[in-house]
């Protein structure tokens, strides 16, 4: 599983992932049969940057299709998709065309759901068994002041969608969260979805009636005046908020491992914080 999240700002885009990959499986041993997570790697590149544009792309759900990771899956449909570098990407498409962030989304999409098709039998399966993969498109697209963010989850979304559209002509900022994000919930809003059942069960009150008596609950964060450095601590906080909840809480840790951040401003994509291949043993 994974934790992962967007915060947009006037200034830009900060986009932030843990590292964990959960295997699920099923193993017989002498002691029985286990079926659960088999197996939790700490070094899963969940937020990649796209050839050299102003566009990431962040994972979440399962960490791999078939014997494939999702980063390598990724890398090769950039390498196919001619989005490898904006002078490519011209080349394989035509210099009138424009780099989308919606285009892309839309083309990595397709590609994804193709493979994941292959790897499972979509059509003769339900739906709720189907493991999800959650994928963020956002940066910004060619000629652009404000950056976009979309969203989708294969096999479950037909079509890409705009996670934070512009409201009456003005961008909407704020934060997103996917992934494993009940401890940020808790923070952020004061509240569950858990809590708000229970409170219906017990009250006899509607969950949106509930929801509304919770509202000042919520944390009050400005974050169409917060400026880039601060969205950067913003999402490094919350990020570890989600990773300690299952670092120190009974059950598997479905987060954890380095967090990688980026910021991404008009035609720059930066890297805060990214995982080095190197040796973990002290050599």
């Known amino acids: 599983m994974s934790i992962a999240m967007v915060v947009k700002v006037s200034e830009g885009l900060v986009l932030g992932a843990d590292s964990a990959a959960t295997i699920n499986g ?56 001619h989005w490898q570098s904006r002078e490519g990407f011209h080349t394989g498409h035509t ?26 039998n979509v059509k003769d399966t339900p739906m709720e068994r189907l493991p999800g993969l959650g994928i963020v498109v956002a940066g910004y697209s060619e000629n652009q002041f404000f950056p976009e963010e979309w969203t989708f989850v294969i096999p479950h979304d037909e079509s890409i969608i705009n996670t934070r559209p512009d409201v009456d002509g003005n961008p909407d900022f704020g934060a997103n969260w996917f992934g ?23 009250t006899g009150l509607g969950v949106e009636e509930i929801r509304e008596l919770l509202l000042p609950l919520q944390l009050q964060i400005p974050f169409g005046v917060m400026p880039l450095q601060d969205a950067i601590e913003y999402a490094y906080y919350m990020l570890n908020v989600a990773i300690g909840r299952f670092k120190f809480a ?13 910021a991404i401003s008009a035609g720059e994509f930066k890297w805060i914080s990214k995982k080095s291949w190197k040796l973990n043993n002290g050599g």
Not at 95 to 120: F, I, R
Not at 188 to 201: K, T, Y
Not at 250 to 262: K, M, N, S, T, W
């Open 250 to 262: 009974v059950g598997p840790e479905l987060c954890g491992g380095q967090i990688d951040i980026a």
């Open 26 to 81: 099923q193993i017989d041993g002498p002691q029985g049969t286990f079926e659960g997570v088999i197996k939790t790697y700490y070094n899963a590149r969940k937020l990649m940057q796209i050839g050299d544009f102003p566009i990431g792309v962040m994972t979440w759900g399962i960490a791999q299709i078939g014997a494939r990771t999702i980063e390598s899956l990724v890398r090769e449909w950039e390498y196919n998709a």
């Open 180 to 202: 494993m994000t009940d401890a940020i919930v808790r923070l952020h809003w004061g509240r569950d979805d858990v809590a708000l059942q229970i409170l219906s069960e017990r």
């Open 95 to 120: 210099k009138e065309t424009k780099y989308l962030v919606e285009d892309c989304a839309k083309s990595l999409k397709d590609y994804l759901a193709d493979k994941y098709a292959q790897a499972w």
